[in-house]
Structure formats: structure tokens, C-alpha cells
């Protein structure tokens, strides 16, 4: 089925936002999307045209939703360069809004999420899809060559030695915890989704090695908290660097999360 996107959409962009990390280039310009059991071929084909193998109903009912096609994102840039006017800044968002034109927040399953930045940490994002990866074939079911991402019931009995060899290291008695959290009910992700920000944020710290940084990534790309900048190393360089020590993300407000997109994607990309 091919379909017309009027608005902000680069599929090579949003595979390398550091959002996500599964996501792969196939072939030139096809790309692979896998969430739970759903699984999507989407192809460029230029002029905002894409062919997808699926159905327009699993399109409009699921992957639409998935990648935010109810927002637009071309405002959401023109609200950035606005913010940006007469500030000592200015260039550098307009620049980096430039940069990652392209790049959207998807909304994302809050296990995998859960998981995927608690494997985050002092990894770059390579490694960190290396793990994942290996997780799936781990844990999860396999449909032809792919291994999906396990669900939670999958993954609840894993003890310690059972996620040896993930490349893991400390991070795997985070992960059990996480995971004994979550198989319990004492975190309840569905439930999480009714929590105002600063709640859902603090039930995700009682987790064993979920900070701010990895709290904040699941409630921005999971729970699609727009207005949540988790702070990595990258954006930490940025607010020292670039805005003297200010964090405009906060000062932006309601879409600070996509902003930090923007100069997460244009700082690590940086030559």
C-alpha cells in the first residue's frame, strides 16, 4: 500500500534518533520497524510517498499511532525558531531543528523502553542495540528470521546467570530488579500511563539503577511525555557548551522532550 506524509518524516533519521533500537535500514531506503508482534517494511519513495506492507486499517489503527502522525512536527519547528529569536543561541536551534527535520517521538511499548535504557547507560547506542538484540534472541519468540522483543511474562523468571552473556554487565541486577518489579504488579506499566509526570517519573526511580536519565527516556519515548528532556551526556555538553549552562528544554516547555531530540540528534552527529 503506498501512503502521502505531509509533514516532518525521515525514516534513516528516526532510526538514529537514540530513541529507539531496532529499528533497521534493510536494503537502501527500506526500513524494518518491529513492535510486539507487529512487524513493518516501509519504503521510500520519494515526494513524501512511502509504500508499507500492511493494510490501511493496521496503518491508520496502529503504525499512524506509533508514529505520532496526529502531531505536526513542521509546527512544532517554527514554534522552536520563534523561542529561538534575538537569543544568543538562535543559530544553534535553527540549526539543529534544520539538522533533524525529519525525526519524531514514537510511541513506544514502556517494557521494551523500560528495559532498552536500563541498558542505556554509559553505552553507545551501537552496543545498546547489540544487547537488545541479543535479549530478543534470548527470550523472545521467533517469527522467520526476526526475534521479537519479549514480553514481560517471557522475561519474569530470568535470574541473574540467565542474562550472562547479554553484555550487560552491572546492568543485568538492574534488569532482574525491573523485572521482579514489573512481574509482581509493584510497578504496574499499564497503570503508569494515568500518572501525572513527576509521579510517573518517581514510581520508575524506586526500579535499581533507574535515575532521572533512564526515568525520563521511558516517560518521553514510551508514555510520550513531550515535555520530559532527559538528560544524557550529550545534552548535559549541550546546556554547557551551547545555552551557558541554561536548561532551555525546561524553559521551552509542553514539547521540550522533542526539542531535545533535535539537539540530542545534531550534538552526537556533530563533525
Not at 41 to 47: N, P
Not at 110 to 120: G, R
Request: with cysteine; charged share 30%.
Amino acid at each position: 500500500m503506498r501512503i502521502k506524509i505531509n509533514d516532518d518524516f525521515d525514516l534513516k533519521k528516526i532510526a538514529d534518533s537514540g530513541q529507539c533500537f531496532r529499528p533497521k535500514e534493510i536494503t537502501p531506503k527500506v526500513f524494518r520497524f518491529i513492535v510486539g508482534e507487529n512487524i513493518l517494511h516501509i519504503t521510500e519513495c520519494g515526494d513524501g510517498t512511502f509504500d508499507v506492507d500492511c493494510t490501511e486499517d493496521v496503518w491508520e489503527n496502529f503504525w499512524s499511532n506509533y508514529f505520532d502522525m496526529e502531531t505536526n512536527y513542521a509546527n512544532i519547528r517554527r514554534d522552536i525558531e520563534r523561542f529561538a529569536e534575538d537569543k544568543p543561541y538562535e543559530k544553534i536551534l535553527r540549526n539543529a531543528t534544520d539538522f533533524g527535520n525529519g525525526i519524531r517521538i514514537l510511541k513506544q511499548d514502556a517494557f521494551e523502553m523500560l528495559i532498552s535504557f536500563i541498558i542505556s547507560q554509559r553505552k553507545n547506542i551501537p552496543a545498546i542495540r547489540s544487547s537488545v538484540e541479543r535479549i530478543c534472541q534470548r527470550f523472545g519468540r521467533r517469527v522467520g528470521e526476526i526475534y521479537l522483543f519479549p514480553r514481560v511474562e517471557e522475561m519474569s523468571g530470568a535470574t541473574v546467570d540467565d542474562l550472562t552473556g547479554l553484555g550487560l554487565a552491572y546492568r543485568k541486577n538492574y534488569i532482574k530488579d525491573a523485572l521482579d518489579k514489573v512481574s509482581s504488579g509493584e510497578i504496574d506499566l499499564i497503570a503508569l500511563a494515568d500518572l501525572p509526570d513527576e509521579d510517573l517519573v518517581a514510581k520508575l526511580k524506586t526500579i535499581h539503577g533507574v535515575g532521572d536519565k533512564v526515568a525520563n527516556c521511558v516517560a518521553l519515548f514510551a508514555y510520550h511525555r513531550v515535555n520530559r528532556a532527559p538528560v544524557d551526556v550529550w545534552i548535559k555538553r549541550a546546556i554547557d557548551e551551547d545555552f551557558n549552562g541554561e536548561n532551555i528544554f525546561d524553559t521551552f516547555g509542553k514539547n521540550g522532550g522533542i526539542l531535545q531530540q533535535y539537539i540530542f540528534y545534531a550534538k552526537r552527529n556533530a563533525k
